[in-house]
């Protein structure tokens, strides 16, 4: 996208290339200079094929061109073999799909891209409507201007990055001038009124962005785009990095390099958590899960840096995870376009405790849309503050106010095996109020997650069931305003991991692994040893009052067939009834008599006493 200016190059201007005759050759060396406008306009001019349709895709996509990006690439999918593409272009083709609203087309892409889950954007979309803190009404800030975006705020004034500055050299892959950095005076509505360059210290011919300020607004940190290409996979690449500069006698000064930018990598969009300790930022450094990645580093008291931390994989994707600002509140805003959006770069928020990133939260169709919304700035006490978005077709900013949303009030988790950490799909979750009365209940998906709707100042319970496992319940009660945000990890435990006499078959079948219950010849009756078994099945039983089991008796080969289906049917029964006299429910019971169809011990009629006796068995079998 425009604001892309993470991959940014010094580029040779190859509009020669423009008055000669197309050739994919002349193309492709656009393309990999990444002046994507030109190589367009020379591709479309050619014959098209596979690798022709993928370059054009990507140069209308890079430009948020998404009409005539999702035209190159649905050629590209209707006419070559899917399979022998990319997944990375199912990708691209869906996020072009959804910059137009074409959602349920979208949708069935990104469900050929990533077959594990399934797509329902306006689904999703309506989901956000009860859970989002907040309802936003933006206003677009400037109608004759393009190539603004990245507000911070300093003291009654912003900074801000723009292309406006005709001045400055041309950067080729969007055909305008290189970013400088603005500042202006908020006035009303959010306006800026008297804006002007920021100082000649500070710009330069290169790009210059993302401004962030200490709160004494004597330190700032900014993104410049090194002066030096190396070589990188193949291309000449020209790195984004973090400089830091001081505010001297009213002028900015001693601009350095941060230690952990390089020009191997980009780094970007620094923002600072409200003590100033803390340097939250965006890179594709080494230690990425894909694209970029949020990374922090502590600032020490002697102004040197800690070693960047991954944020890890609960906020970072394999794709772009970008643009993070922390607000007074201490709460983290970032654009990501790999987290379930509703299409390009959406702005989420996530809350942070002990280090611990809590899920991220869609903030909703009221700020968010199909293009890239991005470079979130809230000034959290005054419910205020802007945000950037190329939803007209180029990158612009948008002032916001922001209202609380008075259905926004939830709980949700992820259920998880207790032992293993893997998700429980299929598990029950339940909702009760402080009387017992159930509220609301859902079995969760794929992604083990649930999520309910609350009310201020209330107390709930909320229980997680599942087949084989013992129930999981937590209390919790929300504030005098409501918990838009309650986070309950419902950490499950089974009943093979719990009891040491329960066991799992290789078939997959659980049962409750104990003594025999012997019987004698012809007989069914409960002796005084077999009690003793059955005793334990009882205290078990009542011990978890949500296990439910099946008796299944065996008999030797002595008799006929029907006489011995008939005397197995009878042990059974006797031993369920021994368990329902013992105070346990009947519905909780199964049992069935298989006779001599079933032998542990398959001798025929040559087995010996011994033989016999293990064959006339009880099995004790877990139904739920």
């Known amino acids: 996208m425009k604001h892309n200016f993470t991959l940014i190059l010094f580029f040779i ?72 593409i990319p997944k990375e272009y199912l990708f691209r083709y869906a996020h072009a799909l959804m910059g137009t609203e074409s959602y349920e087309k979208a949708d069935s892409i990104m469900g050929l891209y990533d077959t594990s889950k399934s797509y329902n954007t306006k689904e999703f979309i309506d989901s956000l409507t009860n859970v989002v803190p907040y309802e936003y009404k933006i206003q677009f800030l400037y109608e004759n201007s393009k190539g603004d975006f990245g507000v911070a705020f300093l003291g009654e004034k912003v900074v801000f990055a723009s292309t406006r500055n005709k001045k400055r050299p041309v950067y080729t892959w969007n055909e305008e001038p290189y970013l400088d950095l603005y500042i202006g005076a908020i006035g009303d509505n959010g306006k800026l009124d008297s804006v002007q360059l920021f100082p000649d210290k500070i710009n330069t011919d290169s790009h210059e962005s993302s401004p962030a300020f200490t709160k004494d607004g004597k330190i700032m940190y900014f993104n410049r785009t090194a002066d030096k290409r190396v070589k990188i996979g193949g291309q000449k690449f020209a790195s984004v990095r973090m400089f830091k500069a001081e505010l001297v006698d009213g002028k900015w000064t001693n601009e350095q390099e941060l230690p952990f930018s390089s020009e191997k990598w980009n780094t970007e969009h620094p923002t600072l958590s409200p003590d100033g300790k803390v340097l939250y930022f965006a890179s594709d450094m080494p230690g990425s899960l894909g694209s970029f990645d949020i990374f922090y580093v502590t600032i020490n008291d002697d102004g040197s840096y800690s070693f960047p931390i991954n944020a890890g994989s609960a906020i970072n994707t394999k794709h772009r995870e970008q643009f993070p600002f922390m607000s007074e509140d201490g709460v983290l805003y970032f654009a990501s376009n790999g987290l379930k959006g509703l299409g390009g770069l959406d702005i989420f928020r996530t809350e942070i405790k002990d280090s611990i990133f809590s899920r991220p939260l869609n903030l909703g169709n009221t700020i968010n849309g199909g293009m890239d919304d991005f470079a979130y700035s809230l000034k ?37 095996d207790k032992v293993s950490k893997n998700l429980l799909p299929g598990s029950k979750v339940s909702l009760y109020d402080m009387n017992g009365n159930l509220v609301d209940s859902i079995t969760v998906k794929e992604d083990g997650h649930y999520k309910f709707g609350t009310s201020p100042n209330t107390t709930y319970k909320i229980v997680a069931e599942r087949d084989f496992y013992i129930p999981f319940e937590d209390e919790f009660t929300t504030g005098e305003d409501g918990v838009f945000y309650y986070a309950i990890e419902l950490a499950m435990e089974s009943f093979v991991d719990r009891i040491p006499e329960v066991k799992m078959r290789n078939d997959g079948v659980i049962y409750i692994e104990l003594e025999n219950i012997y019987f004698d010849f012809d ?38 067939d029907a006489y011995n289906m008939h005397l197995s049917a009878n042990r059974a029964k006797a031993a369920v009834d021994y368990l329902a006299k013992n105070g346990i429910k009947r519905s909780r019971l199964r049992y069935n008599g298989y006779g001599e169809s079933r032998p542990l011990v398959p001798c025929g009629d040559n087995c010996s006493e011994i033989e016999h006796s293990i064959n006339r068995r009880c099995e004790f079998i877990l139904t739920k």
């Not at 035209?71 to 399979?83: H, I, M, Q, T, V």
């Not at 059955?534 to 030797?556: G, Q, R, S, W």
Request: net charge negative; hydrophobic share 30%.
């Open 523 to 560: 007989k069914w009756d409960i002796k005084p040893q077999s009690a003793t078994t059955l005793d334990f099945v009882v205290k078990l039983l009542k011990e978890y009052p949500t296990m439910e089991i099946e008796i299944n008796a065996h008999t030797d080969t002595q008799g006929t």
């Open 13 to 84: 201007v190859f509009g020669a290339f423009a008055q000669e005759k197309p050739s994919e050759k002349k193309a492709d060396i656009l393309f990999k200079s990444r002046a994507y406008l030109e190589a367009s306009e020379m591709y479309e001019g050619l014959p098209k094929n596979e690798h022709i349709l993928k370059n054009l895709g990507d140069c209308y996509l890079y430009n948020s061109m998404m009409a005539k990006a999702s035209e190159a690439y649905g050629k590209l999918f209707s006419e070559y073999k899917s399979d022998s």
């Open 380 to 416: 959290a006490e005054e419910d205020m503050g802007y945000f950037s978005s190329n939803r007209e077709g180029y990158d612009n900013l948008y002032t916001f106010t922001r209202e609380d949303n008075k259905n926004k009030y939830f709980v949700e988790g992820d259920v998880k």
